[in-house]
């Protein structure tokens, strides 16, 4: 449509009519870029003194030069890692604006009004550009504090995203820059106002191209996500700048922008409130893969530092250092993931005590007395001590006191005393004499050992020990599966929320805290007696912090569709005192029980309140229509999957077609010939990346059949498959895929919807190919 409204505008132009105005806007714009990095490099300068200047108080020798110091060396560096990082490609878009309602300027320099001002356009409709704004990745200003590049996140940036040809308000002209470093490679207009003749300068505007977003819809993909700040749309938009109170639900199908909207957020929120996220910002992602995939966005946004990009599997590195490498079975992974785990590893926790080397009797010498506590005795203890509501670990004082008052009854030493003071003086010696015996710590450590969340887990691998706890919670083959996948090496990502949980149950006991060495800065400046141990510099502070966080002020879930209840929990600890914003779709979930996770996803996020004391369940929701990704070719073949996955789901809708319909073919005798031929084909026929999605069980198999094809293909399982897009992709075998799970038909549609340009699908022997070679999940 802008397209369309361009060429109406200006009127058909030869090519080398239309190649001389982009040249000419192209050397427009490479006049400002100059602009700019000349002040870039003018800022940088100016850092680089401020990180000399703080290296010179360290010398002066006092407390408060130093801390001094720290504080300016910690701002500087920041600004300066800023500047270098941003150094690249940070500019990216202009608009061109009428004259406002209003002259009042924001704090980045910029105007503030939204509508045009009247008279802004003349009865001729005619009008003349009053203000221009370029927008980059950071703010920066000239020397006057005039803005030469505005923050993409500044409320002055958001007509940028938010204007359409329906609704323009101010703006005539959207542009999109293209650079390579130094270097304006290309311009892209997209015209507000068609039905506007406007001046800038005394001349008429010019424009440029075919429209920014298709050109970069176009633009070949390669193995990382680029960031999509320069073609944020208006619903994206909407997303990224909501308020961060309670909980902000986000639902899209594939190719709406989901998971960059989440990244963006994360950067805007930043932005926004910098004081108020200093507790950090963590994002959850389904799969390493997408955590790589996604790697570099956020630096590109000029935030990394306080936004931590977590896989799923990776979440409890901070609590028991595990993280996921296995798959478990469809099967295996819907029992590890309900909430009825929970029932069993709190019974694990305590019978994990119960190890077969655990003394049954208890012989103890005090005040000349040999005193011995049973095994029923010792059972009667036990049970009284968990009858506590602490964490296991943490009742094992409990546990002690109630040994040594065993003991004191045992001994009847307090029948002899009816002094209340001279019997508690007594209890006290008794307790001393007892504690100090080698043999008592012995039998304590022994019986009731400090219990670790590896330890609780590697005893479920007992089939009978499983069996006990899981009595009447989990069936007897949901006993073997588990227990079986918990005797091999590793941990799978439904482990990894299992061994958080059972940190959470057991708890960890109260460490001494170690001495802090001596900074050598101190021995240097002769601060000993001043300063015998120096304190955290700010710098040092927040870098330790960050390491040691396991809370946050923000957490954003990306694919939450896919979370189970258990890891819904691991997740809702991390988040106790934090907003969330929740991104997902149900049509892509894998996960086998929505209700029980939307049950485990509540009680995660809380009983929080939003707006007018609403409860947060309804919480501030939006819905992503728009399908950037998948041309409409691929978008209607998956629908037919949507329709037998979620019957009545509406599909996202396609911006653009190709004319490329969806390949067919059938694998012959040999399915990883068929395979790699396909796959070599498609590298032929793009410029980007290859994607074959596979069965989760032949995910080490495709990787054979691939070999030597090169770095642009790659195979990946059916789950892991989530968030990621290729320029194209072969679906092998979507019968397969659809009869891995209960959701295989969720995911198989999930798999359809990876491709930009080109999908191939592969039949293999369970598809009932028709002629066509058309599988039959996919026929009409």
Do not use: C
């Amino acid at each position: 449509m802008a397209a369309q409204a361009q060429q109406s505008a200006v009127g058909p132009v030869h090519d080398s009519a239309r190649d001389s105005a982009r040249d000419r806007e192209i050397s427009v714009e490479q006049e400002h870029l100059d602009r700019v990095y000349r002040r870039l490099e003018e800022k940088i300068h100016e850092a680089e003194f401020l990180m000399n200047d703080a290296a010179q108080r360290g010398q002066v020798g006092t407390p408060g030069a130093l801390a001094e110091r720290d504080a300016q060396v910690f701002r500087a560096g920041v600004h300066l890692n800023r500047l270098n990082n941003e150094f690249e490609d940070f500019l990216f878009g202009r608009i061109d604006l009428l004259l406002g309602k209003d002259g009042e300027k924001g704090p980045d320099g910029a105007y503030t009004a939204v509508e045009p001002a009247e008279g802004a356009v003349r009865p001729d409709r005619t009008a003349d550009i009053a203000e221009t704004l370029h927008i980059g990745r950071i703010g920066v200003l000239d020397q006057d504090y005039t803005p030469l590049v505005i923050d993409w996140r500044a409320p002055a940036a958001a007509p940028f995203y938010r204007s359409t040809p329906v609704d323009p308000g101010r703006v005539v002209r959207r542009r999109v820059i293209r650079s390579k470093g130094r270097r304006v490679l290309g311009v892209e207009d997209d015209l507000m106002r068609p039905e506007l003749t406007a001046y800038l300068d005394g001349g008429e505007l010019a424009v440029v191209g075919d429209g920014a977003l298709m050109a970069a819809l176009g633009r070949a993909r390669g193995h990382t996500m680029q960031d999509i700040v320069a073609s944020i749309q208006v619903e994206q938009d909407l997303v990224i700048r909501a308020p961060a109170s309670s909980v902000t639900y986000v639902e899209g199908g594939p190719g709406t922008g989901k998971t960059a909207v989440a990244l963006h957020r994360a950067a805007y929120l930043l932005y926004r409130d910098r004081r108020r996220y200093a507790g950090g910002i963590l994002i959850v992602s389904p799969t390493p893969l997408l955590v790589a995939y996604t790697e570099g966005v956020l630096p590109s946004l000029g935030e990394e530092g306080q936004v931590a990009v977590r896989a799923i599997g990776s979440l409890a590195v901070d609590t028991v250092g595990a993280e996921a490498t296995l798959h478990d079975s469809p099967a295996t992974a819907r029992t590890k993931g309900s909430a009825r785990m929970l029932k069993v590893l709190r019974k694990a926790a305590r019978g994990a005590l119960e190890t077969d080397g655990a003394p049954t009797r208890l012989r103890v010498v005090a005040f000349g007395r040999r005193l011995e506590l049973e095994a029923g005795e010792l059972e009667r203890v036990r049970r009284s001590a968990l009858g506590g509501t602490a964490p296991v670990n943490l009742l094992r004082p409990r546990a002690r006191k109630l040994l040594l008052d065993a003991l004191w009854e045992r001994s009847g030493a307090e029948a002899r005393h009816a002094d209340p003071e001279l019997a508690a003086e007594l209890r006290s010696s008794f307790d001393e004499d007892v504690t100090g015996e080698d043999s008592f710590t012995a039998f304590l450590d022994a019986w009731w050992p400090e219990l670790t969340p590896r330890a609780v887990l590697a005893a479920m691998a007992d089939d009978k020990r499983l069996g006990r706890w899981g009595r009447r919670v989990l069936n007897p083959g949901e006993i073997r599966r588990v227990a079986r996948s918990l005797r091999r090496d590793g941990y799978s990502v439904h482990d990894v929320a299992l061994l958080d949980e059972l940190h959470a149950i057991l708890g960890v006991p109260a460490r001494p805290r170690k001495k802090r060495e001596l900074d050598p800065l101190d021995q240097l400046t002769g601060l000993q007696e001043l300063m015998p141990v120096r304190e955290e510099s700010q710098r040092e502070r927040a870098e330790r912090l960050a390491a040691e966080r396991v809370e946050y002020a923000h957490v954003i879930v990306d694919e939450a569709q896919d979370l189970t209840p258990m890891q819904w929990r691991m997740v809702g600890r991390r988040g106790r005192h934090a907003t969330w914003t929740v991104v997902g779709d149900p049509a892509q979930s894998s996960w086998s029980d929505p209700e029980e996770a939307a049950e485990a996803r509540d009680e995660a996020l809380g009983t929080r309140t939003y707006g007018q004391g609403r409860p947060s369940s309804r919480g501030r929701r939006f819905r992503l229509t728009v399908n950037y990704r998948n041309p409409s070719e691929i978008a209607e073949l998956a629908a037919k999957v949507l329709a037998l996955a979620m019957p009545g789901a509406e599909s996202p809708s396609a911006v653009r077609s190709t004319g490329v319909e969806p390949r067919f073919t059938v694998a012959g005798d040999s399915l990883a010939e068929t395979v790699r031929g396909e796959a070599a084909r498609l590298l032929e026929q793009v410029d980007g990346t290859v994607g074959v999605v596979v069965a989760m069980q032949r995910r080490e198999e495709a990787a054979r059949w691939l070999a030597g094809l090169g770095d642009r293909v790659v195979a990946l399982g059916s789950l892991e498959a989530k968030g990621l897009e290729y320029d194209a992709t072969v679906v092998v075998s979507p019968a397969e895929i659809a009869d891995e799970s209960p959701a295989g038909l969720r995911v198989l549609y999930v798999a359809l919807t990876r491709a930009t340009r080109q999908l191939t699908v592969v039949s293999g022997e369970r598809d009932e190919p028709d002629g066509n070679g058309v599988p039959d999940l996919l026929r009409d």
